[in-house]
C-alpha cells in the first residue's frame, strides 16, 4: 500500500507527462526468499545471486544473450595453450569511489584460492596457479594446465572483483556493507523483509541503470509473493509457480518470462551404505515414473529425461544416450535384489517446504519407491536450512533442482568430480571415481573441440554407469513481470538462474 500511494504521488507531480516513459524511478523485485549471505564467493541460491549481480561485476560476467561479456576487463588474450589469461582493466570505479586495479583482481581471486575459504568454485578455479599484475590495468592468470573453461567460470556470480582494502577490514564479514563496480550500489538490509540498492552514477556503462533504486522484498510463500504482483506491490517476481504460470501468461496487467533450463533430480550420500552401490542408484531411475513429477510437481509441464541432464547441442550430448533409463518396476527390483535389499530399506529424502514444486518432486518420489519397497522418511526445511543441510551432506539422498553453472562441458565437474572437497551443493557427497576425475580433467585440458566431444562422450558412460545422480525432468524457470515493466531478461538455459545481471536494463514506466 505505501508503494502504491509513493506511485500515486509521483504520478500527480508529473501529470504533464503520464504519456511517456519516465527515467528512473523505483523497482520492487519478488525474491522467493531471503539470501542466506551476500558474501560474493559463496553460491546463495538463485535470490542471493539476483542481489549480488545488481552490485558487482566480474572481470567478465555471461551477458544476457548467453555469452561472455567483458566487464571489468575491457579485453582479454587467452595463449593458444590455454594456459595463460591476460586481463586488460577499463577504467572503473568501486561504490566507494576507488578505481578497480589489478591489485583489487588479485586480492579478490586469492580469496577465492583460499584453501581455507568458502569459495564456492576453489575447486574449479584451483587450475590458477600464479596471478601477475605487471601495471595497474593488467593481470595476467597463470593455470597449472590448459584450462578452456576457465572463462565459464570467472563469468559466475561468485568471482565477482571487490576492493582489496576494503576486504582487507571486512573478509570476515562480507555481507556488511558491501561494495562492488556494478550498476547499483547497496544501501540498507532490512531482516526478514527487504534489501534496498541504489543508482551507482560512477557505473562504467554510461546511461545504465535507468532505475533510481531496487527494493528486493522477501516473501518465502509462493502465494504471496504471487498475489503481490497482481495487486502492484511488485513489479518483477522469481519462481512463478506452476500452477500460476498460465494465468500470468494470459495477463492482461502481467506478463511470463519462461526458461527451459534447471532440471530436477536426485543426489546421493555415497557413504550412506544402500547409496554407496550403484545398483541401488540404477534402481531409482527405472522405479520413478517422471509422469507423475511432472504432473504432481508441474501441473504437467516439463520434459523428462532418461539418462544425463545436458541439453541438446551441448558438449557430450547424445541422442542414443538419452534414453539410457525408461521407467522398468521388474528392472528395479532386480537391481534392488542384485545389491542385496531385495525387500528395499528405509531412507531419508531431503527437501524444502519453502518451494512447493520441491516438496510435491518429494512427495511423488515416496510414492514411487514404495512400489519397490523404498520407505521414505521425508526432511522438508525451509530453503536456507536445506541449502545447509546440503553443504554439509546431512541427507541420504536429496532432491536437486539446478542446472550447469557454466555453458561449457566442464559444468559436469560441479556435479561428479571428487578428491579433497567432498561435500558441496550439486555433487553427491563422498562420490570420488579417479575414472571420471581423469576424464573430466582431460575434457577441460584439451583445447580441440572434435576431441573433446570423444572425452565427454566417455565421461557420460562411465557418469551412467555408476549414476552417483539421477535426473528426471526439465523444468521451466519463469518470472514475471507487470505491464509498464521491460529491459528485464529471463537469459537462456543454464543462465536462467543469473537473470538478475538484467537489472541493469530494466525500466519502469
Known sequence: MKRILQMALAAGLLGLMTTTALAGGTLYFGLSAEPSTLDTIIQPGTAGRTVKLAMHRGLVNYGIDGKISPELAENYEISPDAKEYTFHLRDAKFHDGSPVTAADVKASLERILDPKGKGAFRNELSIISGIDTPDVKTVKLKLSQPSVSLMGYLALPESVIVPAAWLAKNADNATASPIGAGPFQFVNWTRGREIVVKKFPGYYKQGKPDLDEVHYVFYGDENTRVNALKSGDVDIIEYVPAKDATALEKGPDTELLTMNGPFMGLQFNTKFEPFSKPEVRQAIAYAVDRSVIINTAFNGLGTPIYGIAIPEGYMGYSAEKANYFSHDIDKAKALLKKAGYPNGFEARLLASSQYSFHQNTAIAIQSELAKIGIKLTLDLP?????????????????????????????????????????????????????????????????????????????????????????????????????????????????????SGFSIENTKIE
Do not use: C
Open 382 to 498: 525451509d530453503w536456507a536450512s536445506r541449502m545447509a543441510k546440503a553443504n554439509a551432506g546431512d541427507y541420504d539422498f536429496a532432491v536437486l533442482g539446478s542446472l550447469g553453472e557454466i555453458t561449457d562441458a566442464d559444468w559436469l565437474s560441479n556435479y561428479y568430480y571428487g578428491g579433497d572437497k567432498l561435500v558441496r551443493t550439486n555433487n553427491s557427497p563422498y562420490f570420488d571415481d579417479p575414472q571420471i576425475n581423469e576424464i573430466l580433467d582431460k575434457g577441460r585440458a584439451t583445447v580441440d573441440s572434435a576431441e573433446r566431444e570423444k572425452i565427454y562422450g566417455a565421461f557420460v558412460d562411465r557418469a551412467l554407469e555408476l549414476s552417483p545422480l539421477v535426473f528426471f525432468m526439465w523444468r521451466h524457470q519463469d518470472y514475471a513481470v507487470r505491464k509498464g515493466v521491460t529491459g528485464f531478461t529471463n537469459m537462456p538455459g543454464f543462465l536462467t538462474f543469473q
